[in-house]
């Protein structure tokens, strides 16, 4: 079992929707969770972090961690075309650990 | 903002060339990575490296060596490539506690 897991999808919506994108892990320790967004060719971005449990928003996103369940979410608002991207959930216990990342959803925003 | 800079964008070299990539960052980071990120697997971490002279192996380092001579260096050696070499190499740096870890480009490289 990997240590942490995501759908690779691709998910597709029409603009304007409001995406769900998930993580699952299996290390509870686990404190530092992060979003990266990763355009086609290009290095993925680090989008937003949370520690620990509990949400955390920016604009059109939130992040979401859920330590009881092992399971964190990315929310997007309002989604759009220029939203298209892949998605990393990336994860570690902090004290210079190394991150653990999922392997990426695609999102396909249609206008 | 953070600045991670590859040497390259796209790279094409020949089966058993030593093959050098290159990565520079501009914050001061202690520490540095090296992955390689195909299809369907995702990133896999090459080496890394904590501090000046220092590394780490990760998870696939058999291939590749690494040198960090100064902070904001950190280069990737391909000793003999080969065609299963052929892959999105990716550099980051990160600092601090949180170990955010920021990327750069990528080098999208082809051994033929």
Same mark, same amino acid.
Request: glycine share 8%; proline share 4%; hydrophobic share 30%.
């Given at each position: 079992?990997?240590?942490?897991?995501?759908?690779? *999808?691709?998910?597709?919506?029409?603009?304007?929707?409001?995406?769900?994108?998930?993580?699952?892990?299996?290390?509870?320790?686990?404190?530092?969770?992060m979003w990266y967004r990763q355009y086609s060719r290009k290095g993925p971005e680090l989008l937003m972090y949370t520690y620990s449990s509990g949400n955390k928003e920016d604009g059109r996103f939130t992040a979401q961690v859920d330590k009881s369940s092992k399971?964190?979410?990315?929310?997007?608002?309002?989604?759009?075309?220029?939203?298209?991207?892949?998605?990393?959930?990336?994860?570690?216990?902090?004290?210079?650990?190394?991150?653990?990342?999922?392997?990426?959803?695609?999102?396909?925003?249609?206008? | 903002?953070?600045?991670?800079?590859?040497?390259?964008?796209?790279?094409?070299?020949?089966?058993?060339?030593?093959?050098?990539?290159?990565?520079?960052?501009?914050?001061?980071?202690?520490?540095?990575?090296?992955?390689?990120?195909?299809?369907?697997?995702?990133?896999?971490?090459?080496?890394?490296?904590?501090?000046?002279?220092?590394?780490?192996?990760?998870?696939?380092?058999? *291939?590749?060596?690494?040198?960090?001579?100064?902070?904001?260096?950190?280069?990737?050696?391909?000793?003999?490539?080969?065609?299963?070499?052929?892959?999105?190499?990716?550099?980051?740096?990160?600092?601090?506690?949180?170990?955010?870890?920021?990327?750069?480009?990528?080098?999208?490289?082809?051994?033929?």
């Open positions: 079992q990997k240590e942490v897991e995501q759908d690779p *999808g691709p998910l597709s919506v029409p603009e304007g929707a409001i995406v769900s994108l998930n993580c699952t892990y299996s290390n509870s320790a686990f404190q530092y969770f399971y964190i979410s990315l929310f997007i608002r309002d989604s759009q075309p220029s939203d298209s991207a892949t998605y990393l959930c990336a994860m570690n216990s902090g004290g210079y650990q190394k991150v653990t990342f999922g392997t990426g959803t695609k999102l396909q925003v249609i206008p | 903002d953070v600045k991670v800079t590859q040497s390259s964008r796209y790279l094409v070299k020949r089966t058993g060339e030593k093959v050098f990539l290159e990565c520079v960052q501009d914050m001061d980071h202690e520490n540095m990575f090296w992955y390689r990120q195909d299809p369907g697997l995702g990133l896999r971490l090459i080496y890394f490296s904590y501090d000046v002279k220092m590394k780490e192996k990760g998870d696939i380092p058999e *291939g590749y060596s690494v040198s960090r001579e100064k902070k904001e260096r950190f280069s990737l050696i391909l000793e003999s490539a080969s065609t299963n070499q052929t892959s999105m190499y990716l550099c980051a740096s990160s600092s601090g506690l949180a170990g955010l870890q920021y990327f750069g480009a990528g080098t999208r490289l082809s051994v033929l």
